[in-house]
C-alpha cells in the first residue's frame, strides 16, 4: 500500500520556536488527521480536517487541508518541551470502503529547554 | 472518550511460539485494525475488520492472522514468531468515516 511522504523526519528545535511540518501524497484523500505519539504510548487523535482548504486549530496547533487534497500541514508554534513526541499525518481515501488509513512516516520532534 | 485496550504492554516469546495479542474497544467500533510500528518505517496495517467474523489483509499480513468473534474483541495472532516479528504493535477502532482510536501497544520481542 501506499505511504504519505510526511517530512522533516525529526526536528531539534528550542523551546519556544514555532514548528512546521507537512505531508504530500500522489492521490487525493477526503479526510486528513495529525496524531501525536508520545513515548511507549500509542498516537492521539490531534486534529482532523474533513474539507479542502480548511484550517483548523487546536490550541498551539494549526492544521491546514491542502486545497488539492493531497497534501496537509501542521504548525505548532511557541513549543514547549512536552510537545516532544511522534507527529503522524494520516489520509482517508474517498474510495476506502473499510476506513482504512494510510500514514506518513512520522516526524521525530525534540524540544530543547 | 473510546478506550481502547491492549492486554500486554511487553511480551517476550521464543521463536516459534504462538502468540496471542488482544484487543478490546468499548465504544462499539465497527471497525479494529493491527498495525505495526517499526523505526523509519511508520505505521504498517496488518489486517483490519469492519464486523464480525470479518477480515480483511492489510499491507503486511503474512506471518499473521485475526481472529474478531465479538464485536469488542480484535485478536492477532502470530502462529509461529520469528524474529523478525520483534516490533511495536498497536491496535485501533474506528467508526466509519473517522479517525481510529489507538490502544499503548504492546512491545514484542521475539528471541
Known amino acids: 500500500g501506499q505511504q504519505l511522504n510526511q517530512s522533516p523526519q525529526s526536528m531539534f528545535i528550542q523551546e519556544g520556536e514555532d514548528v512546521s511540518m507537512n505531508c504530500t501524497s500522489s492521490s487525493i484523500f477526503n479526510t486528513w488527521l495529525w496524531y501525536k505519539q508520545d513515548p511507549g504510548e500509542g498516537p492521539v487523535l490531534l486534529i482532523a480536517l474533513y474539507k479542502a482548504g480548511e484550517l483548523t486549530s487546536n490550541g498551539r496547533l494549526t492544521a491546514q487541508f491542502g486545497i488539492t487534497r493531497k497534501d496537509s500541514f501542521l504548525n505548532i508554534s511557541a513549543s514547549i518541551p512536552s510537545d516532544v513526541g511522534i507527529y503522524f499525518c494520516a489520509g482517508l481515501d474517498p474510495y476506502n470502503a473499510g476506513n482504512m488509513l494510510t500514514f506518513g512516516g512520522g516526524t521525530r520532534l525534540m524540544v530543547k529547554p | 472518550d473510546v478506550k481502547v485496550t491492549q492486554s500486554s504492554r511487553y511480551l517476550v516469546k521464543r521463536t516459534g511460539e504462538k502468540v496471542f495479542l488482544e484487543c478490546v474497544q468499548d465504544m462499539d467500533h465497527e471497525n479494529m485494525f493491527w498495525y505495526r510500528q517499526d523505526p523509519g518505517l511508520g505505521l504498517r496495517l496488518i489486517y483490519f475488520?469492519?464486523?464480525?467474523?470479518?477480515?480483511e489483509k492489510g499491507d503486511i499480513p503474512e506471518g499473521y492472522s485475526v481472529s474478531r468473534e465479538k464485536k469488542e474483541r480484535f485478536s492477532l495472532i502470530l502462529e509461529s514468531a520469528s524474529t523478525n516479528q520483534t516490533s511495536m504493535y498497536l491496535c485501533?477502532?474506528?467508526?466509519?468515516?473517522?479517525?481510529?482510536?489507538f490502544g499503548s501497544g504492546t512491545q514484542l520481542s521475539v528471541l
Open positions: 485501533a477502532s474506528a467508526v466509519r468515516g473517522w479517525g481510529s482510536s
Open positions: 475488520s469492519y464486523d464480525v467474523k470479518m477480515k
